[in-house]
């Protein structure tokens, strides 16, 4: 395997972690695509989010791994394929291998064109649950990487706010650092109840966090 960086030092630590990394290790174990599966799976198990029945949407979907993990929690016997008591919905601007079950589009769904699909889709009904791993390709310039994570997430939230069903809820990744605390506020103002989550499976060293929106106001305070 050969990845380019300037730090060839750094690199072989990395790849080393990540082969060591017990999440990856189950999730080649268990047929996920990444480890994210289990950080979704965490905060599922704390708060009871995903429930047989439900119609989920999962933004910034690839490589599918919180598809995979939804799917099998609609499954009525948990299994990777077969019958489904439910329905999923994924979005990302890049490609998505299949998962039987999931109705992916590709696109990005602030455009007309994708989220004209979305409502197709959706054909009216209200959704159970939103789950957001979108995160922007970092520059590693801190106030513009605060910014393009923000935009995400006030995105998701609009987006949330729009379709969720009166009790749904929002699951939605950011990072600690400039604009965490702005945020947090948006979300409280967005839903009555709104929790910060860092799951044992999101790495120590990552600045990355989850915050969740249950129950979306109808209008957001200052809205409009």
């Known amino acids: 395997m050969k990845v380019k960086t300037k730090s060839k030092k750094v690199n072989k630590s990395w790849l080393n972690d990540h082969v060591r990394d017990p999440y990856v290790q189950l999730a ?3 047929g996920y695509r990444a480890r994210a599966a289990y950080k979704l799976k965490e905060i599922d198990e704390q708060l009871g989010l995903v429930k047989p029945g439900h119609l989920v949407v999962d933004l910034g979907s690839t490589p599918g791994a919180w598809s995979q993990y939804v799917r099998r929690k609609l ?9 489904l008591d439910g329905t999923i919905l994924a ?9 039987e079950g999931v109705t992916f589009i590709q696109g990005d769904f602030r455009e007309p064109e994708v989220a004209q699909q979305l409502e197709q889709l959706l054909n009216g009904r209200k959704v159970d649950v939103v789950v957001s ?18 935009h ?13 069903k009166p009790e749904g809820a929002l699951v939605c990744k950011v990072f600690h650092g400039s604009g965490y605390s702005q945020l947090v506020k948006h979300f409280k103002e967005s839903f009555r109840i709104a929790k910060p989550v860092k799951p044992k499976a999101s790495r120590d060293k990552s600045s990355e966090t989850f915050l969740v929106g249950i129950g979306p106001r109808t209008r957001a305070p200052g809205a409009g």
């Open 75 to 83: 499954s009525p016997g948990g299994a990777a394929v077969g019958a």
């Open 152 to 164: 995400l997430v006030e995105i998701a939230v609009e987006f949330a706010l729009a379709h969720l």
């Open 91 to 99: 979005l990302d601007i890049l490609p998505m291998e299949p998962i």
């Open 133 to 150: 791993d979108m995160a922007p390709n970092l520059s590693g310039i801190p106030a513009s990487d605060a910014a393009r994570v923000g």
């Open 28 to 30: 080649q174990k268990e």
